[in-house]
């Protein structure tokens, strides 16, 4: 699976849109784009995937550039709940399926 | 639904104990997952199963640790013989897989923190 590269940290402020950046270069054509946050103490949470397409649900929406070699997680409305580890995974289906590789992600703290 | 179910939620043990950690998946995934996350490795996938069969052990760190899954609800992993270098927070996961494309939107359990002293 490729790799991804996230910044370690980023704040934002409550309210405002968070944008977290992902760069993975290497993205195969099969490869799927997933995020994941994790919550302090929490298991990982799901929070959404893409292929080639932007992508939109209820927590984020998820922007990924004509190349592919990048893509952002927009969370809209930041709350001081969002302040998460999260995570930017890609992965392929087929053989590779499930295989989900964590790297470290990027602390995002949302202040007051 | 419950989502998924993982017991004991701590365990602490002497090195060299027999350490069983279990899951329950959520009901009608067909594929789950044990995880382990630690400070300085990470989150790092252990093994995963579609429909109760091993597919992939590459994760398995040695031959002290093996899991099972006898059944769609239910599956363990073992440590045996336990060393304080096992000590993490270990998840499991399902999900449901449909054919062979992506999709991998997995479900985590609140994971299960063990000690080995």
Redesign the interface.
Known sequence: DAKTTQPPSMDCAEGRAANLPCNHSTISG???V?W?R?IHS?????II?G?KNNETNEMASLIITEDRKSSTLILPHATLRDTAVY?CIV????TS????????GTILTVHP | DAG?IQSPRHEVTEMGQEVTLRCKPISGHN?L?WYRQTMMR????LI?F?NNVP??DSGMPEDRFSAKMPNASFSTLKIQPSEPRDSAVY?C?S?L?R?????????????TRLTVL
């Open positions: 099969n490869e799927y997933y994941y994790q929490q298991g990982p949470q799901y995937h292929l995570y992965s392929a289906g087929g399926y499930g295989k989900l590789t964590f790297g470290q | 998924v594929s997952f990470g989150l790092e996938l995963y579609n597919i992939d998840f996961a999900s897989r054919g062979t494309g992506g999709g991998n939107e997995q479900f985590f359990g609140p994971g």
